[in-house]
Structure formats: structure tokens, C-alpha cells
């Protein structure tokens, strides 16, 4: 196993890193720098899920999490991707080998990217005027070569290890991009489709101000199957989500501005210019 060329370490964090939110009894967030990792499974019980692996050099961070939860020596039963940038496959070698071949599991075409395969497309740091957007040259996007270690996720929307859950494919952002959603209680875990914070301002990202958006703007190549990734999520009807950046959201705020994304997805989310705009 081995990580792109470029892939380094970043000094860019935020409050909230290092905090955990509990955002349902059995579902958790926490963060690692600026990204969200979901930990799915009741405290104190070794039955437990992964959601993404955060960022660069931070998998000492995400064991102890983890074992603060779940208990000393605990090791998930499994590693769900929602998609396989830098900053939610950051640690996960280090993971695969700490928890003795944990498996993993992305979308099937999101394989080429975390087996060595095909690098993603250039960032464009031209769609936004922020920082964040800015220094987006400076972050990996060649394949991470994970081999046999990750598997495709079944085909009927079945999560392995989470039989009340399913997964919702939505690209956009990468080809192979998913979130996970449980009917029995609307929760929704949504990635990078949408976020909770203007990823593209550093102030923001720092501050975590939180306010819907569309998907980080500088990785984000098909605006198109964005807007119809957002519409989907949107028709869930979630009551609370966590994002891959932003602190988590529920009720009536979430409703009324998912609607609002959903609805207007082209003034609020798709860049004025960019590579990519069009």
C-alpha cells in the first residue's frame, strides 16, 4: 500500500478540531483539522463503523477518538468512503494496518482513484477569491494504492456491518462520491455533496460558520450531477446530517436550507468561473 507522490502533510485546521459531536445516540462526528470523520455505533460497544479516514498524518488522532468512545483496543467492523480525496483517505493505510486489515469499501468507480489507477482532475483555484481555494494547488490528487484492501460496495445499496443503512451514490464532486442514509430516523451522513461551511474561505473554515453549501468548489468537476446529488439528498428529507466539513445540522434549519440549496443550487453553489463551470 502506498500514498500518491504528493501526498504531505497541511497546516490548515479549526476550532473545532479535535472535538467530537454527537449528533444521534449512536452517531457521532469528529474532527480532524477541517474534515469530518462519522463514527456510527453506541458507546462503550465493539460493534462499530468508520465513515472516511481525515486527513494527512492524522491517524493517532482518529484511534484515540475512537477508543475514547469505544474502548480501549476497540477496531471497527469496517471503513466506509464516501469518496477518496486527500482529506477523507488521509490516514487510511495507517488505519488498514493498525487495525489489521480492517476492510474498506467505496463506490466501485471510485476504485481507480484508491488502487493506484487515475489521479483526479487538477484543482481550480480560480472559483473562489478565499485562501482555502487559493492554496487548493497544494493538495494531493494522485491515487492512493490501496490494492486488495478496499472492495466496491454491493450494488443494491447495502452497507456491509450496517444493515440499517443504505447508500445513496452521488456524484458531482468525484464520479464515484456516496452518502450514507438511515430511513428508520432520516439521518443522513452526506460527505462533500454538501457542507455546512464556505470550504472556500479560510476565515470561515477556521471559524466554522456554519451555513449550507454546495460541495467544495476547487474539487468539484461535474456541477451538473452535483446539483441532481443535492436534489437527491434534498428529497430524503433528512432530520439532521453531518457533512464532511461543518458542524452537523437537524431540524428545521437543515430542512429549510437544503430546500433552499437544492432550489436555487446554481446562484448559491456553482462558481461564476472556473475549468470546471461549464
Not at 123 to 152: W, Y
Not at 167 to 176: D, E, L, M, Q
Not at 229 to 239: F, H, I, N, Y
Request: glycine share 8%.
Amino acid at each position: 500500500m502506498s500514498y500518491g507522490s504528493d501526498y504531505h502533510y497541511l497546516p490548515v485546521t479549526s476550532v473545532e478540531s479535535g472535538e467530537l459531536h454527537e449528533a444521534a445516540p449512536d452517531v457521532a462526528c469528529y474532527t480532524v483539522q477541517i474534515v469530518n470523520i462519522g463514527l456510527i455505533g453506541a458507546p462503550g460497544h465493539s460493534d462499530w463503523v468508520l465513515v472516511d479516514a481525515g486527513m494527512p498524518k492524522s491517524a493517532d488522532r482518529i484511534i484515540e477518538a475512537a477508543e475514547a468512545r469505544f474502548g480501549k483496543g476497540s477496531r471497527p467492523q469496517a471503513i466506509i468512503l464516501t469518496h477518496g480525496h486527500f482529506d477523507h483517505v488521509g490516514a487510511i493505510i495507517e488505519l488498514i494496518e493498525y487495525w489489521q486489515d480492517v476492510p474498506v469499501y467505496a463506490h466501485e468507480r471510485e476504485l481507480p482513484y484508491l488502487t493506484g489507477q487515475q489521479s483526479y482532475p487538477e484543482q481550480d483555484p480560480t472559483v473562489d477569491s478565499g485562501l482555502v481555494a487559493k492554496m487548493s494547488p497544494l493538495f494531493p490528487i494522485r491515487p492512493i494504492q490501496l490494492g486488495g484492501h478496499v472492495k466496491a460496495l454491493p450494488t443494491d445499496g447495502s452497507i456491509p456491518n450496517l444493515p440499517d443503512w443504505k447508500w445513496v451514490h452521488t456524484p458531482g464532486h468525484t464520479p464515484g462520491h456516496i452518502s450514507l442514509f438511515r430511513e428508520s430516523d432520516r439521518f443522513l451522513i452526506a460527505g462533500d455533496a454538501f457542507v455546512t461551511v464556505k470550504q472556500e474561505s479560510l476565515y470561515k473554515v477556521f471559524t466554522q460558520e456554519q451555513e449550507i453549501n454546495g460541495p467544495p468548489k476547487y474539487l468539484t468537476t461535474d456541477w451538473v450531477l452535483a446539483r441532481d446529488s443535492v436534489r437527491r439528498l434534498e428529497a430524503l428529507k433528512p432530520s439532521a446530517a453531518i457533512t464532511g466539513h461543518g458542524l452537523p445540522m437537524k431540524g428545521p434549519l437543515l430542512a429549510d436550507q437544503l430546500f433552499i440549496l437544492a432550489n436555487e443550487f446554481d446562484r448559491i453553489a456553482i462558481p461564476e468561473h472556473g475549468k470546471y463551470v461549464h
